[in-house]
């Protein structure tokens, strides 16, 4: 999302009128109808500017108290550790905004927009990002940032790799810090954001959305810089760690959608296996969570699973853009079913 003080002030005072139990209410409601979608865990990127500490509370604790899909939290403030272990998040991270949005012309870019004479907006410099990213490391938290334009990925590359500096690279990496989105990107970069061992956290939902000849991104950045967006091929290739994740409410709830996306990029040099996608929105979210071994039908891990109903006899279904997904016949979150149909 981008970020303005109006828009953010705005927001304030229309997320002020909702009441707790208006808040609750709808929060049962995405936890449903993430397990009728299969889904067992939620990241939950909340922060002072998109939600509120009382929501991120509510959320965790609906997670730990009622049926339904886990919830890790993530509190997006800036210096914010003290209270993001209060919250009882994993991170001070998620939309920790260094940069906006391309379509607002306000991701952060190292050379101007092709549509506008600007190159965006960047809200954090490197060192800003690397206190933060020490203090988290100190405090046992996960780090995390938005950053969507290659400027914006520039200052965070550069705040982590100053980070790693000094609390020491193999502490880094243990980390599992994230970055959010990291959709623009050259070849070097890549190679930065696997040598520090820092997962992607990606939406495919964009390329789908925004990709393509005629899309967003054409308009926007021009041919040439449209066709670099998004590359998760790329990042897979040199082992960086790829979660996907919806961005809901920027695009929705849909896990088969997300993972034909990535089968489909409008860029066949970065298109993932069906395989490969399968496992970045499954078995991964579970490990950016801190959770090894779930999300895997393997012998003693725990009872976590959805039940697909798929038309053919493959292992996956043929995942054609627009195609029929498999449908949900059930899920179950450590042996309780938390959805049938
Ligand atoms: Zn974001």
Known sequence: ??????????????????????????????????????????????????????DLRDAIELGRTEPGPQIVGYWGELGGTARAREL?????????FVDGTIGSHTACLRRVYADLDTRGSGYLSAAQIRDHVVACAQAGLQAGFHAIGDGAVEAVLAGFEAAAEQVGHAVLRAGRHRIEHLEMTDPPMVARVA??????????????????????YVQRLGRDRAATMNPFGALAALGVPLVFGS??????????????????????AYRLSADAAFAAHTVAGWRAAGRDGVGELVAGAPATFAIWQV???HRLPELVPGGR?????????????????
Do not use: K
């Open 1 to 54: 999302m981008p970020r303005a003080p109006w828009h953010d002030a705005v927001r304030t005072a229309a997320y002020g009128m909702i009441t707790p139990d208006q808040r609750r209410a709808a929060q049962r409601t995405v936890r449903a109808r993430a397990a009728a979608h299969g889904i067992a865990l939620l990241h939950e990127l909340a922060g002072p500017e998109l939600s509120s500490a009382d």
């Open 88 to 96: 009882g998040a994993l991170g001070a991270a998620g939309d920790i």
């Open 195 to 216: 040598a520090l061992g820092v997962y992607a956290s990606v939406q495919p939902a964009f390329d789908a959305a925004w990709g393509g000849p005629d899309g967003m």
């Open 247 to 268: 961005d809901t409410p920027v695009t929705p709830i849909d896990p088969w959608g997300t993972i034909a996306a990535a089968v489909h990029h409008h860029n066949p």
């Open 311 to 313: 038309d053919s006899d």
């Open 325 to 341: 997904w498999p449908v949900c016949r059930g899920t179950v979150r450590d042996g309780i079913t938390i959805y049938r149909p």
